[in-house]
């Protein structure tokens, strides 16, 4: 069974890094089409797609943000990071992470498995 | 940057049949994919590459692709359908993914 977990602060100051740890279970990033994605929402908005990290390190960010993003695995202890710089009150929102797996012709599964989530408010 | 266009709400009774439609110039290239998400909870993936149900979700949850415009459709709509629902694709890389601004489906 897949499971995933969001952890980090939940309150971080205007232009201060934002660290968030993904830690997983039920699959392994060492394994060949395993990846991990993060994505935010605002309260009340809509879903942003932020970045993935594919079982091979190859990376990809939403190019919107990709100057602020940066996103690592450590496989020995099933975990996703992602770090964002320069927080502001905009980037207040529920940040998730979520699983995906890739088929032989590089297609995606989707997102078939989510974790809860957790808010991070950006204020002074 | 890359746009998916889903209209904000929908609305329809109980047993009927709802449509919910997400546009985007890739679309005809790029596979899609659907997901509901309910308050407070995370989203969960209905369709992937277009047509696909994921494992689990009921078969009045259906999808169709035509062009630059997919669709999900729900028969017989239930209360418990009610929910928002995004669509999501990918650049025409197909590196960077993207989500519809969602649809907020209400069941009068």
């Known amino acids: 069974q897949i499971t995933l977990k969001e952890s980090g602060p939940t309150l971080v100051k205007p232009t201060q890094t934002l660290t968030l740890t993904c830690t997983f279970s039920?699959?392994?990033?060492?394994?060949?089409?395993?990846?991990v994605a993060w994505i935010r929402q605002p309260p009340g908005k809509a879903l942003e797609w932020l970045a993935l990290i594919y079982w091979n390190d190859d990376k990809a960010y939403t190019p919107s943000l990709k100057s602020r993003l940066t996103i690592a695995k450590d496989t020995s202890k099933n975990r996703v990071v992602l770090t964002m710089t320069n927080l502001d009150p905009v980037d207040t929102a529920t940040y998730y992470c979520?699983?995906?797996?890739?088929?032989?012709?590089?297609?995606?599964?989707?997102?078939?498995?989510w974790g809860q989530g957790t808010l991070v408010s950006v204020s002074s | 940057s890359y746009e998916l266009t889903q209209p904000p709400s929908v609305s329809v009774s109980p047993g009927q049949t709802a449509t919910i439609t997400c546009s985007g110039d890739e679309l005809s290239n790029q596979y899609s994919y659907w997901y509901q998400q309910k308050p407070g909870q995370a989203p969960l993936l209905l369709i992937y590459?277009?047509?696909q149900r994921a494992s689990g979700i009921p078969e009045r949850f259906s999808a169709s692709s035509s062009g630059t415009t997919v669709t999900l459709t729900i028969s017989g709509v239930q209360a418990e359908d009610e929910a928002d629902y995004y669509c999501q694709s990918t650049d025409n890389s197909a590196t960077s993914v993207v989500f519809g601004g969602g649809t907020k489906l209400t069941v009068l």
């Open positions: 979520a699983h995906f797996t890739r088929d032989a012709s590089g297609w995606s599964s989707g997102h078939d498995y």
């Open positions: 039920g699959f392994s990033l060492s394994t060949i089409a395993e990846g």
């Open positions: 590459k277009d047509v």
